[in-house]
């Protein structure tokens, strides 16, 4: 079993297999901890460039399961052929839903109270109050409602907002209310004074955002995206940034990482942090528990967490979105 993380620092892995530390290295260029034929698990890299995630999957002819330290799969899926057939490929549900949540908060909250704004006076040591919006009695839209999506309404909920609308890709019934298909998108986004994006990258999702989901937002409305880049198409926002009529908290872009000298750094009304929704203080923790609970699962032969789904077979589970 290959894993990311020193083994010596995951109490309750379960006995038996033999681990293998392996995070791909400083350059990407660390070699193999053994044999790639003959590994059972591969729990891929976190926060290394696609490259070095993707690097060993063709190599992985015994693999059974695939385990990465992320929501989204994406990055995985896109190389499905180069993995072998009866491969079970696994998301990190449970391990950043916290941290995810609390940094679309936080670039809410940022972005309506003006923060950018404050800081950069006070690099010019100047005193410049201003009037800005709550998110108090806000009509709020979460795009992509499932674990994440779920973990910021918690988090919305002491902020006092007037209305949570969910949107997610099939309709259902919560505790909360109901979650709408995206398909009902056309007649919440006018409504909705912040629109947060927690929907997984996927073939429908890519472009979602596009100049008519834009066109169709309030004059004044927040766009926060915490959900992957080309979810966005960039060239239709900094159109509609452009015009000054909606403002954006992304912290992920397409292209990622944002270049120097792209016209989204200096576009009015972006606030950009550069995709630090996982990487906190409360990855770790969640991580070696998903892994310590999932490996003992595999070893004993009982289900396994978080199935998105099974190579060469068609079938696909659910990733929580």
């Not at 997610?168 to 007649?187: E, F, K, M, N, Q």
């Not at 310590?292 to 659910?318: E, M």
Request: with cysteine.
């Amino acid at each position: 079993m290959w894993l990311p993380l020193p083994p010596d620092e995951i109490e309750g892995l379960p006995e038996g297999p033999r681990y293998l530390f392996w995070d791909g290295g400083e350059d990407g260029g660390q070699p193999y901890p053994g044999d790639p034929a003959r590994c059972a698990v591969y729990v891929v890299p976190y926060m290394k460039p696609w490259s070095v995630r993707v690097r060993p999957l063709a190599e992985l002819t015994g693999v059974r399961v695939i385990q990465t330290l992320t929501a989204g799969v994406d990055d995985i899926t896109a190389r499905l052929p180069d993995i072998a057939p009866g491969v079970r490929l696994c998301n990190a549900r449970g391990v950043h839903e916290t941290s995810t949540a609390e940094l679309a908060l936080t670039l809410t909250l940022a972005a309506l109270r003006g923060i950018p704004g404050f800081v950069r006076a006070q690099e010019r040591e100047r005193w410049e109050s201003a009037f800005h919006p709550s998110l108090a009695d806000k009509n709020v839209l979460i795009v992509g409602y499932g674990s994440i999506g779920a973990a910021v309404e918690d988090r919305l909920t002491p902020f006092e907002v007037a209305r949570v609308a969910r949107v997610a890709r099939s309709p259902r019934t919560t505790v909360r209310g109901p979650v709408h298909p995206i398909t009902d998108l056309v007649s919440l986004l006018p409504d909705a004074d912040v629109v947060i994006l927690c929907t997984p990258l996927t073939e429908a999702t890519r472009g979602l955002v596009d100049a008519g989901f834009l066109a169709r937002m309030k004059d004044g409305a927040l766009l926060v995206n915490v959900a992957r880049g080309p979810v966005v198409d960039t060239g239709a926002l900094l159109a509609e940034l452009g015009t000054g009529r909606i403002t954006a908290a992304l912290d992920v872009t397409d292209p990622e990482p944002l270049p120097p000298g792209h016209p989204l750094w200096q576009a009015p009304g972006v606030l950009i942090s550069p995709h630090v929704g996982g990487p906190s203080s409360a990855f770790l923790p969640r991580a070696r528990r998903l892994l310590a609970d999932q490996l003992t699962r595999f070893v004993n032969h009982r289900p396994l967490r978080n199935v998105i789904l099974t190579t060469g077979d068609g079938s696909t589970g659910s990733n929580g979105r």
